[in-house]
């Protein structure tokens, strides 16, 4: 039961501090915050406190964050009959598209902390809905600014961006809640608390505010750099995923103003967590996985995009009696978007190499979406489709929503298995093998710092710095030819290999002819197989035996 390496990183984390050597990676070492993800590294350490065996650990990651996963839908359910309160069918509906949302699905259940995110943030949006009754007497009203307050805080506790939506959150109750300080109080007080108390941990145990990994993905890292990937990441998403839940959300709020109506109360509270989310990845310059296509910081705050898809489809099927013009505008839109996507123009390799046969990928994703465009458009001008039922056409545009968002990763799910899953399988072998096959001593280099360290229990090396302060701020490298990818431009072989000296070296990123001379003048000989590649120091490590536990561990797996 595999998790994504990131995961199995917070897993090692929450294993040492289950067994008494502290929340630090290796124990003995001294405490570096390698995670971003306080509160679910801690239900790790929970986890671990049951003693499960390292192939079971990751099971019973995958089972929580599938109950977080369905009590999620439940909440997205109760927010859309708060903000539809006369509809039957848009709870329905934006409950089955949230539920088949295949980026939060696969992200939560490889063990990131995206789930736990999304549900604080869904919880705390109900509430603040709640607070906004027209009836709610004040002791009920500051239960739930308070409660809507201590889900964002645990929010910002689980990942410290969650402050971008406590701050769209704040905006909200200053604009709707009255009086608006003690309002503002009643919500924001939990959520500083919990800054200031976390901040006064980090600096005792750790002795840095923020988390390594925001030292190893910002600093150094020149802004424009970052908002040039941000944006391309952006475009990505929206031309390729969410282009259909985009144009029905904007489609609800351009029929709601066409009505002379208002939108109702918490859609625009739910497009500003979505827009301020958007700007945040822009800044940061996206997430180092995105060439997956599917970016698992947005995943946390679509959702509330698919809400608004579904009002904007139900709205759309309702106007469609008296004009199609908005409905062929938007499809029009759609196949835009699928030509741009099929056409090859979405500059992908600014977040990546191009892998082979990902060419292909992109023009089925793209062909996908002009079919989801031309679907719209038929709905527009064909009169027997026009005369169906404005509930059978809200279904069927929320279907082709979910077609055009889910349907390529689902099939590549069926083909690779999730995302990184092979490479994860590699490196969670060798782990098993370096632990069967080496001396608890024994230090081992590695630059993916998850499943090999959850595994072998042996001492590592953080070649790449995520829990390595001294390379988290040093000076990022840049390869010609080779994009800026957050959390993977920082190494230092002269420090992590020639003063550190690991018995064995798993991963060495991008070295250079001087680097591999380094690598001989410091003893170390390589090792190439079908099996692996790694170098070693002789006398300290036997690749013989390595190996053959290797083999071993994969006819294991072969046979189960």
Known sequence: YLLFDDSAISLTYGR??????????????????????????LWMAAIELAHPSDYLAGLWVMISGAALLAGNVYLVVRITRRVSPH?????????????????????????????????????????????????AFPKGKTFFLVSSGAFLALNVLTRDDGIIVAAAAMVFVIARLRPRIPALIATGLPVLVAVLGH???????YGHPVPNTYYLKLSGIDLMTRIDRGLVVLVQNATMQLVVPIVLAALYFVLVRRG??????????MLGVFVAQSAYIVYVGGDSYDQSFSDRYLATVVPYLLI???????????????????LLVGGLLIVGAGVFVYSMRLPVGKLQEIAP?????LQLWGALIVCVGIAFILFSIVPELRALSPALIAFGLVIASLLGTNAVPVVLW???????????????????????????????????????????????I???????????????????????????????????????????????????????RNLARWGYQSYHSPQANFYYLPGRFDPARFIDDLLTVHHRDARK
């Not at 002379?260 to 509270?269: E, W």
């Not at 579904?310 to 908005?326: C, D, E, F, K, N």
């Open 87 to 135: 509809s039957q069918l848009a709870p329905v509906l934006a409950g089955l598209a949230v539920a088949l949302y295949y980026a939060l699905n696969s992200w939560t259940l490889i063990g990131m902390e995206t789930g736990l995110v999304t549900i604080l943030t869904s919880a705390a949006l109900l509430c603040l809905l709640r607070a906004c009754d027209a009836g």
């Open 308 to 326: 608004l898809s579904v009002l904007g489809a139900i709205a759309t099927a309702r106007a469609l009696r008296i004009s199609m013009r908005p």
């Open 260 to 269: 002379s109506g208002r939108p109702a109360l918490g859609t625009g509270l």
């Open 199 to 205: 901040l006064i941990f980090r600096l005792e145990y």
């Open 414 to 460: 069926f083909q690779q298995g999730t995302t990184a899953f092979q490479l994860d399988r590699l490196v969670a072998g060798y782990g098993a093998a370096l632990a069967s096959s080496t001396a608890p001593g024994t230090t081992v280099a590695v630059s993916g710092a998850g499943n090999i360290t959850f595994f072998d229990h042996r001492r590592s």
């Open 462 to 516: 953080d070649l790449l710095g995520f829990s390595d302060h001294f390379i988290a701020t040093s000076k990022p490298h840049s390869i010609p030819g080779v994009p800026f990818q957050p959390g993977h431009d920082k190494w230092d072989y002269d420090y992590s290999i020639g003063q550190l000296r690991p018995d064995a070296i798993f991963g060495l990123f991008y070295p250079s002819s001087a680097d591999l």
């Open 357 to 361: 046969g990902q060419s292909t990928q």
């Open 16 to 41: 040492n501090l289950a067994t008494g050597h502290g929340l630090v990676w290796i124990a003995g070492q001294h405490p570096v915050e390698g995670y971003s993800n306080f509160l679910w590294t």
